[in-house]
């Protein structure tokens, strides 16, 4: 707590000397929460020289806890929900499902929609998208759509009983039967199963080739659990010939469904160098990405929660200790919060040198809107001095790292004005084009923008011929104000509107030949309900 109050400033002096010694301390204890940080701290060159090796020490430390917390049903589901894409982009999904669509779903598997019922199960079996984990549900759940037949339900079933919980008594033999009838039926989670009771001797006697036999089924149909046991009977040799190759086949599929062991295993691999070319950077990427599926990343919802409640001030103390754990999404969310001056816990003055800090450290683990803001304080002068060349830095990193239609435009800009950058008209125009191919919502402006720019280019064009003495001691700022590039696109945008609003008038003036109407649309059929996964 005391690194955190230093590390953050909250309450005392900042001083991140005096962080990094409680932290330390905090890790000699078997603080897991202090290892994490002190590995993102190692790791990102946070006041400390940057070791890769050091950054390693601490997550693999971290990690080997998360992965030995990893039960089958599978481990936390981590909602990661940045608060400035909920400004930007209002109609995009955050993850969280609406109260009204819940209902909606529990209303269907009441009248037994079965896809429903599936669909409740898992949610409440993990929990997450809005809904807390419950096992007693996810058992109503997967009990009503396994006495209809679903082959999905009763490999669920199987999973808890397997597993075993408060709510479903562990039983070897209820679970078998459960993955039995599932996998006859070519369900992918029943063959797993089925594969795990082998390979352990869970109800059966153990049979490597058996278990080997059902873990390809299921991995053919592209379940995770399937590819992991795969790659883990290839990588340890058993049933099989030890083949780090296949291992690392299998466990780059899995990965890429989402498995914590998954990522934990290719971890080992590439910290030891087994099966690949060691490899520290990608061997810490790897761990750092578990430990952020502990139970902690849990506060990234409660934070998201408060924020929503109105109480900015515990949502941010939250995102900045989860920021300090090294999550991108706290970092940026943390740094919204500050930007947007809604915490009165810190003073007003410091907001924007604190924004400033965590855009920052968002911004180094690639989150594009992180990098914008960047640019933007240099540009404006927030939280720091006005420095157009580091803003024109940011921005192109942005254009060229992130292919963001922000940076490109902004970039554009500089170059018309020749801002850190020599003035280009050409280059402004490329770069103008360019973010008007990125992004569709950037045409407008980027047309607004050229048309500003035609004019000046022809401004150029007419002080370099012959009449040139004529239009020389020209200054538009001097004949019509230093806003005149205003006006001008204040014009333009009238004169289309005008455009626009005269084709109208004479398209509803054409006369329509006698007997022609326009053709009725064909409405199309209502998409059929999914229940939510």
């Known amino acids: 707590a005391l690194g955190f109050l230093y590390a953050s400033g909250l309450g005392v002096n900042s001083s991140q000397a005096k962080a990094l010694v409680y932290y330390t301390f905090g890790a000699l204890g078997g603080n897991l929460i202090a290892h994490m940080i002190l590995g993102y701290r190692y790791w990102a060159g946070i006041g400390v020289l940057q070791s890769c090796e050091s950054a390693l020490t601490h997550y693999r430390l971290v990690a080997n806890h998360v992965a030995s917390d990893i039960s089958l049903t599978g481990g936390t589901v981590v909602q990661r929900i940045r608060l400035a894409d909920e400004v930007e982009n209002p109609g995009m999904a955050s993850g969280m499902l609406e109260e009204d669509l819940i209902q909606y779903y529990q209303f269907l598997a009441e009248k037994g929609d079965v896809q429903a019922q599936v669909g409740l199960g898992q949610l409440h079996l993990h929990g997450g998208r809005g809904v807390e984990q419950n096992h007693q549900r996810a058992f109503e759940y997967f009990n009503q759509a396994a006495n209809a037949g679903n082959s999905h339900a009763m490999a669920f079933l199987g999973k808890m009983y397997s597993e075993g919980s408060d709510v479903v008594p562990q039983s070897n033999e209820t679970a078998l039967q459960y993955f039995k009838k599932a996998a006859d039926m070519g369900n992918p989670v029943g063959q797993s199963g089925l594969g795990m009771a082998y390979l352990y001797g869970r109800g059966v006697p153990v049979n490597y080739e058996l278990a080997l036999k059902y ?25 099989v010939k030890k083949d780090y190759k296949q291992a690392l086949k299998y466990f780059n599929l899995a990965s890429q469904g989402g498995h914590i062991l998954a990522f934990y295993n290719l971890a080992q691999m590439h910290a030891t160098g087994t099966g690949v070319m060691r490899s520290c950077h990608t061997a810490v990427e790897l761990f750092k990405n578990v430990c952020e599926r502990g139970r902690w990343s849990e506060r990234l919802m409660t934070a998201y929660n408060s924020y929503k409640d109105g109480d900015s001030n515990s949502a941010v103390v939250q995102y900045l200790l989860l920021a300090e754990q090294g999550y991108e999404v706290a970092q940026s969310n943390a740094a919204f919060i500050l930007d947007q001056k ?7 003055n410091e907001t924007y040198p604190r924004a400033l800090l965590h855009w920052n450290r968002a911004a180094s683990q690639g989150y594009t809107v992180a990098r914008i803001k960047l640019g933007d ?65 950037a045409q407008v402006p980027v047309f607004l923008a050229l048309c500003k720019l035609g004019v000046i ?69 209502p998409p059929e309900h999914q229940p939510p996964q």
């Open 457 to 525: 280019y022809s401004l150029q064009y007419i002080r370099e011929i012959n009449i040139r003495e004529v239009f020389s001691h020209i200054d538009m700022d001097q004949l019509l104000g230093p806003e005149w590039d205003l006006y001008l696109m204040t014009i333009i945008a009238l004169l289309l509107g005008t455009i626009i609003a005269y084709r109208q008038r004479q398209h509803q003036a054409i006369p329509r030949p006698a007997g022609l109407r326009p053709a009725v649309p064909q409405q199309e059929p």
């Open 377 to 441: 304080y240099h540009f404006y002068g927030f939280g720091t001095d006005v420095d157009y060349e580091t803003a024109f830095i940011h921005y192109r990193l942005a254009s060229e790292q992130q292919h963001s239609a922000q940076a490109m435009f902004n970039l554009g800009y500089m170059h018309e004005k020749g801002l850190g950058i020599k003035q280009d008209i050409h280059l402004a125009k490329r770069f103008y084009d360019m973010a008007a191919e990125a992004s569709p919502d």
């Open 342 to 348: 809604e915490a009165s816990i810190v003073g007003e």
């Open 215 to 239: 873990f390809q089924k299921a991995a053919e149909q592209g379940w995770v659990d399937g590819q992991l046991q795969l790659g883990s009977m290839y990588y340890n040799g058993i049933g």
